[in-house]
């Protein structure tokens, strides 16, 4: 039986089709083999998937900001046997738009109970950027700790690779709005790891990408993650915590330059907040944020 959520997002389609004409490429059905039989069927997402003339080409400019029955939507279940609440979110650029997801998905989440790391969610509402932002439903269940983030963009062809670090597929415009690229998907996985939480991607119905985040229940939660760890930073180290949290990853050069002191002074402090268990290195020179210090920052910020 279709959901509350399929009907009313069906109609919309429909709306949506009837008032705009379609080239044959459009009108023809997409094709899709049985591995790509996944989700989205609590999602709401159109039937159609997107016409390579209908996207922006991948070395050429960022997509246009999606408005109206575009615009990407949340869709908050209170109980599975109501109706979820549908936000539609829209702003002016894209740099909002990725702001103002983040912010309303943690926001709901934590409403609901539940535990995902923003940082966690940040990273995955950054990476619509390579779907152009198309067709995105955002799904909170289970008291928030279910989030599924789905697109009907071009899909991850290699998923295995795609959580490895130092791998991107972002183009010279999409790096204006993403930051510390190649290493939001591996450190995502990784965060979620510490609260026994998964991250996994699946092929969408028609086209597209899948992401869930899924957390363990409440009982089942690990009792570390219930508050923040008691330590006691410098102003400095609390800046070095904060560059990482919006750079995702950096190394001593890179963020020196950014609190204008030298690279050793940096060094120092990198190792002292590695040596407290609130960073880790990623191999490469750079560090990253652990659960330990995103939750600290969470605690005070």
């Not at 959520?5 to 705009?20: K, P, T, Y």
């Not at 965060?191 to 597209?208: A, C, H, M, P, Y």
């Not at 410098?234 to 800046?239: A, E, N, S, V």
């Amino acid at each position: 039986m279709d959901s509350f959520l399929d009907r009313l997002l069906a109609d919309e389609g429909a709306a949506v089709r009837q008032s705009a004409p379609r080239t044959a490429a459009q009108a023809a059905p997409p094709s899709r083999g049985a591995s790509q039989a996944t989700r989205e069927r609590d999602d709401g997402l159109a039937d159609a998937a997107p016409t390579a003339a209908a996207r922006p080409s991948p070395d050429g400019p960022l997509p246009d900001v999606p408005l109206g029955l575009e615009a990407p939507r949340i869709a908050i279940y209170d109980t599975l046997t109501s109706p979820p609440r549908v936000i539609a979110v829209e702003e002016e650029d894209l740099p909002a738009l990725v702001a103002s997801l983040a912010e309303k998905t943690y926001h709901y989440c934590r409403e609901q109970g539940g535990q995902v790391p923003y940082s966690v969610i940040q990273e995955l509402i950054e990476n619509l950027l390579h779907a152009y932002f198309r067709d995105v439903v955002i799904t909170i269940l289970d008291n928030g700790q279910t989030i599924r983030i789905s697109d009907h963009g071009p899909g991850v062809d290699d998923k295995d690779r795609a959580f490895q670090p130092g791998f991107t597929t972002a183009t010279a415009y999409q790096r204006q709005i993403i930051r510390g690229v190649g290493s939001g998907l591996p450190l995502a996985r990784e965060s979620l790891q510490f609260l026994r939480g998964i991250l996994t991607v699946e092929d969408n119905l028609g086209g597209g990408a899948v992401f869930t985040i899924k957390m363990p229940s409440a009982a089942e939660a690990p009792a570390a993650a219930a508050g923040a760890p008691e330590v006691k930073l410098t102003t400095r180290q609390m800046k070095v915590l904060v560059l990482l949290m919006e750079l995702g990853s950096a190394g001593p050069t890179a963020i020196a330059k950014e609190l204008g002191s030298s690279p050793a002074t940096v060094f120092r402090e990198l190792v002292v907040l590695q040596d407290m268990g609130l960073i880790h290195s990623l191999g490469d020179g750079k560090r990253a944020l652990r659960e330990e210090g995103l939750r600290l920052l969470e605690s005070i910020l």
